[in-house]
């Protein structure tokens, strides 16, 4: 099998579940789609290195969170999503996830991205911090801010919800 098909194999296994994270991490699912595009783009440019790499979806998510955080620097600051969608992912509560979705956009983008890689896609705290070339402590205590900020957000929103 020659590069250009394990890459295409490695796509079609792979694009939904880049596309789910890529949801969480920018809280639009258009922008997601193309998050998800541009990075198995740049997958398939260096794909003789990211083949080789130990864990093809480490390299995937290293590639996509930093490719978010990079579109997030060239936004203008201030800059709100017109709409929040909800996850793709057809269970469980739709309220529920646009609430959470909307959460997860206030706030900052690298602490979004380290809210996400930590508890969404499970990473430890050691791999965060590689991903996102920082420290341990900082992926600790902007996890535990970003959460605090969430379940502020969602507390507010059930209030919000019981009003009515």
Known sequence: MNEREEFEDYARARQDWLY?????????????QDLTQTTLVKLFQHWERAGRADSVDAYARTVLTRTFLSEQRRRL????????EPNPSPTGDPALRVTLLAALRELPPRQRAMVVLRYWEDLSVDTVASLLGCRPG????Q???GLTRLREGLKDAEHITAEY
């Open 143 to 145: 996890c535990t801010r």
């Open 20 to 32: 789910r994270t890529a949801v969480l991490l920018c809280g639009d699912r258009y922008r997601a």
């Open 138 to 141: 900082t992926v600790k205590s």
């Open 77 to 84: 600051l201030g800059r709100r999503l017109q709409t929040v």
